[in-house]
């Protein structure tokens, strides 16, 4: 058998192209099926890839909605918009960030404390997000470090919008503040309008009026890259981006009127309490002060852990708003609504006198009820006891009225219930009863309602409390003769482009039932008599308009555990709240105040010269002449 | 008029002859350097965009293209003979780089492909590309065809020697293409239909041997070229945004330069193995299908210049190299596609970097140099 084969060219050849032939087949298969994969993605699931690629390049970047404006009633700026500068810094543009901050911190520009936070902060945002490290920087920082910038590669000032309060710490409490967005406030706020804002507000009418003051943000596309980093490209892959402008939020005009806002924290200034002055004709809280306060600009560019405790551990308190929250005893102002009870149950003859000498005591009862400071009063009726603040007289009167019908006439007046002003936080004083004993307390023995007990109630000590709040609130009812309106921090809404107002209606609450004009005429002839003749003549001296008023004094009992035991000021913070209410003018009153002094000792010495000082600037033009009524 | 149409035709006539003359006189194929030419063109034009307007990639690249002509026109002139008379030292000397390589390679891209020459680095496996299917087709030469089992035998060692040691370097495309160089020696030198089935079921028991030696990132890509979704932002990434490229590039494309995917770098390689996709996203369909057209023009034309040559080591030689220029077409635009495992396969002449361009042109080179002697060695 031929073991050899032998080349045969031509074989070969045949071969060979034959092969090639087969071999162009299987490439035009091959590039068909090709063809049929481009077909598929190109042309079959070409709008499905689109979407794809338009999702993987397009991020939507939120532009924040301006926040509306705070005014006050004559359109006076309180809070407002500023842009602020912030020292921003990307991480991955800085080549050393500890020798970074630690420069910064030689410049005066960070402090040293601050450093570690900051940069755990730095470490753990995105290496290409801009950060800032130093919020609300003055001209004079920023100067600094402009000089320096080079130095600082990765570090530059932003300009951001930001809360802005021209009158600092002024009206604060009535305001609130904004502050960072906490865990709390994401749980009920629709988290995408709030995209791109740092700040929600806290407190007060920034607060209450969140919805209105926030607007609707807008958006931006913006093209991104692989790493989600925002690129400027100039050509037809910027034209197709979408933007949509953001609605401003509405302004807001308040009812407080800064000049008289101004003037009852001048007049409190240096003392701990509370001014609330109301328009009686429609619940407008012309001024409301809570002293001392604080700088609501603290929280909106962050506030540290060592100043909030700060403001936290301060034994006056700022935080704390008195004029909502505080409860204190009302003392001798409720005077005018016990004898207003009196007179409308017809308990008393308003003519008739009574003699004061100095104490009174319950027939079985050997305790007796003093006179504040002893005094002896003599023969009083109704309009003196109320001018001269004759305790025996109203000790005696409440006992005869009893303390279910106090109660039940008292109620009308706002006393222990909520004056429903527009703003979150208010707090109601207590309205004793026997009811309210009964619920109270735990002890069957101390459920009792005590026949003593009414006595104390006539001339406001013992269960009864209020808020300063309340009583401008009653103070109001008062001067109104029985008309009851809710107090409201806003008046109006603003269109934040057109200007135009948007007048909210004021909301009343009906009237005191069951008083005849007659005796709501003699009460305030009583509390006319105390800036005239009565305890309170002094403030009332040279007053260019008749105005009612009522001095209080409320006992302090303890010093509140909770404050340190301080020798130099435990004097001072055992002596007695000053209280003084008043409206005028008194036949037709356009001002109801309430002044509240911590501690001030008696209400004619402390609060009834800040309360006469409150009631001049609002009414008084600047010749001192009585302005006439808008 | 008339006068002056018949000299300027006859002008443009003699000019055409002229440089007919000058291609002949360089032994240069004129239609398959046009075909070359218009696809590197196309691909400088790309690359551009591709790199992220990069001139000095364009450049580089550019000048790779340079050197890459120069080995064509140097290679077009050898002898064929002395080619052939050379293989056996080539391909030696190229398994003895490899070795070099794997013992003391340079290390570039995590994987030892690299031998440092101080003025450039140097791919020993590129030269395999082209030594391997020499090789097969001087083993061939003398025998008669169809290849015997014992020829089979022996080629198969031949080929799979420099593919194990590429293969560990580990540079799989790399490995499957002169693979497939081999290959196709043995199936244009007339493998019998019946041995290349069984060959196909022995390569399918041999896949499931391999996926047990494979590194465990070449495992992954088959895993996730089986099914991209399951790993969308580690080995499917890749794969799933050059579709996303391709796809939405649509019939006419987004434009030069406009190819969001490209441009904003959510497509990966983008420049050099990607560089596909770019093509799909920005020029579309057409600018696909144009592409496609290229290739096929230069792989037909050199298939035919192969059926041209009158020697079986010429014959075979030039067959390998055309269908093999047309399998790296394929396997990139397969893998880019999602049709094929990503493999790492550059897309010839428009992807950047590598030799591979001047391994490609010297191919050709050989091509026509086999092509231009055929009648000098024709008895």
Same mark, same amino acid.
Request: net charge negative; glycine share 16%; no cysteine.
């Given at each position: 058998m031929p073991a050899v084969r032998i080349k045969d060219h031509w074989r070969e050849q045949r071969l060979f192209d034959q092969r090639a032939i087969v071999c162009a087949a299987l490439m035009a298969l091959a590039t068909l099926g090709l063809i049929v994969r481009l077909y598929v993605l190109q042309v079959a699931r070409h709008d499905y890839y689109s979407d794809l690629s338009q999702g993987n390049r397009v991020r939507n970047e939120p532009i924040p909605a301006a926040r509306g404006l705070i005014l006050d009633r004559h359109g006076e700026v309180i809070a407002g918009n500023q842009p602020a500068y912030q020292l921003e810094l990307v991480p991955e543009e800085v080549p050393d960030l500890s020798d970074t901050l630690a420069r910064l911190v030689a410049l005066g520009l960070l402090r040293d404390e601050d450093v570690d936070e900051l940069e755990r902060t730095i470490e753990s945002s995105r290496r290409f997000d801009s950060v800032p490290i130093r919020l609300r920087m003055s001209d004079e920082d920023v100067a600094r470090f402009a000089v320096r910038r080079f130095e600082f590669p990765g570090l530059d000032i932003k300009t951001r919008q930001t809360r802005f309060y021209p009158n600092g710490a002024l009206a604060v409490h009535a305001l609130g503040y904004v502050g960072a967005i906490s865990e709390q406030d994401l749980k009920h706020i629709d988290r995408a309008s709030y995209a791109g804002t740092a700040l929600i507000g806290k407190l007060g009418v920034e607060s209450a009026y969140e919805h209105e003051l926030h607007g609707v943000n807008g958006f931006r596309e913006v093209l991104v890259n692989a790493q989600g980093r925002s690129v400027e490209r100039q050509g037809a892959l910027l034209a197709e981006l979408h933007t949509k402008a953001p609605t401003a939020g509405g302004d807001l005009v308040l009812s407080i009127d800064l000049k008289i806002q101004r003037v009852a924290e001048a007049a409190l200034a240096g003392h701990r309490g509370a001014v609330v002055a109301l328009d009686p004709n429609n619940g407008d809280v012309l001024a409301l002060v809570s002293l001392p306060g604080f700088d609501p600009t603290l929280f909106g560019r962050g506030i540290t852990a060592g100043e909030y405790n700060q403001l936290q551990s301060d034994i006056d308190r700022p935080l704390f708003n008195r004029a909502l929250r505080g409860t204190y005893p009302p003392g001798s102002t409720v005077k005018p609504v016990i004898a207003l009870a009196g007179l409308t149950y017809h308990?008393?003859?308003?003519?008739a006198h009574r003699y004061c000498a100095g104490s009174f005591h319950l027939p079985g009862s050997s305790f007796i009820y003093r006179e504040y400071h002893n005094e002896h009063h003599g023969a009083v009726n109704l309009d003196d006891a109320i001018a001269r603040s004759c305790d025996v007289y109203f000790y005696g009167l409440a006992n005869e009225i009893g303390v279910d019908r106090i109660s039940a006439f008292m109620a009308p007046f706002g006393f222990g219930a909520l004056t429903g002003i527009d703003v979150s936080g208010e707090k109601a004083g207590i309205l004793p009863s026997r009811d309210w004993k009964q619920k109270t307390f735990a002890r069957p023995a101390d459920r009792i309602w005590f026949p003593g007990e009414t006595v104390s109630f006539g001339i406001g000590q013992g269960y009864l409390t209020v808020t300063p709040l309340e009583l401008a609130h009653y103070a109001s009812v008062l001067a109104t003769r029985g008309h009851i309106w809710q107090p409201r921090l806003v008046r109006a809404h603003r269109d934040?482009?057109?200007?135009?107002l948007q007048p909210l209606a004021p909301v009343s609450q009906g009237e005191v039932p069951g008083v005849s004009a007659e005796d709501w005429q003699r009460i305030v002839h009583g509390m006319i008599g105390v800036t005239q003749r009565g305890t309170a003549a002094a403030v009332g001296l040279h007053a260019p308009y008749v105005f009612a008023g009522k001095t209080g004094t409320a006992q302090v009992y303890t010093v509140s555990r909770t404050e340190k035991y301080n020798a130099s000021k435990i004097n001072e913070r055992l002596r007695d709240h000053s209280w003084f209410i008043a409206f005028a003018p008194a036949d037709a009153p356009r001002i109801a105040v309430a002044v509240l002094q911590e501690n001030g000792g008696a209400g004619a010495s402390a609060a009834a010269p800040i309360a006469r000082k409150v009631l001049d600037a609002y009414l008084l033009d600047a010749d001192g002449k009585v302005k006439p009524s808008s | 008029m008339i006068y002056e149409e018949v000299t300027s035709g006859s002008r443009t006539r003699r000019t055409l002859t002229g440089a007919a003359r000058v291609l002949f006189a360089l032994k240069i194929d004129g239609p398959l350097v046009i075909g070359l030419a218009l696809i590197a063109a196309f691909g400088l034009v790309v690359l551009y965009s591709a790199s992220g307007q990069s001139l000095s990639t364009v450049l580089r690249t550019a000048a790779r293209f340079v050197l890459g002509t120069a080995a064509m026109l140097l290679l077009a002139q050898v002898n064929p003979n002395f080619l052939r008379r050379s293989t056996p030292w080539l391909y030696l000397a190229g398994c003895v780089l490899l070795l070099v390589v794997a013992a003391a390679g340079h290390v570039g891209l995590g994987a030892q492909r690299w031998l440092d020459l101080k003025l450039f680095r140097f791919q020993p496996s590129e030269l395999m590309k082209l030594a391997v299917p020499m090789m097969c087709a001087w083993y061939l030469h003398e025998r008669p065809l169809p290849p015997s089992w014992g020829s089979l035998g022996a080629l198969a060692g031949l080929i799979l020697l420099p593919v194990a040691l590429v293969a560990v370097e580990p540079d799989l495309g790399t490995a499957a293409l002169i693979a497939a160089a081999g290959a196709l020696v043995i199936v244009l030198g007339g493998l019998r239909t019946r041995v290349m089935v069984g060959l196909l079921g022995l390569a399918a028991v041999g896949a499931f041997f391999g996926w047990n030696f494979m590194h465990d990132y070449q495992r992954k890509r088959v895993l996730t070229f089986l099914n991209p979704q399951t790993d969308p932002l580690g080995a499917g990434y890749h794969i799933i945004q050059s579709q996303i490229a391709i796809g939405s590039g649509g019939v006419f494309g987004k434009g030069w330069m406009n190819g969001s995917q490209a441009q904003l770098e959510f497509l990966p390689e983008r420049s050099t193995d990607f560089i596909f996709a770019v093509i799909g996203e920005e020029f579309g369909l057409l600018g696909l299908l144009l592409l496609l057209s290229l290739y096929l023009f230069v792989v037909s034309r050199a298939v035919y210049l192969a059926t041209q040559t009158q020697d079986t080591f010429a014959r075979l030689l030039a067959g390998s190299l055309a269908l093999t220029f047309f399998v790296y077409v394929f396997i990139n635009a397969g893998m880019v596609t999602g049709l #094929?495992? /990503? *493999?790492? /396969? +550059? #897309? +010839?002449? *428009?992807?950047?970097?590598?030799s591979s361009v001047v391994t490609l042109l010297a191919g050709f080179g050989i091509l026509m140099a086999l092509y231009s002697r055929r009648k000098l060695i024709g008895s």
């Open positions: 308990v008393v003859d308003p003519e934040p482009r057109s200007g135009a | #094929l495992p /990503v *493999v790492g /396969v +550059p #897309l +010839p002449l *428009v992807s950047y970097g590598g």
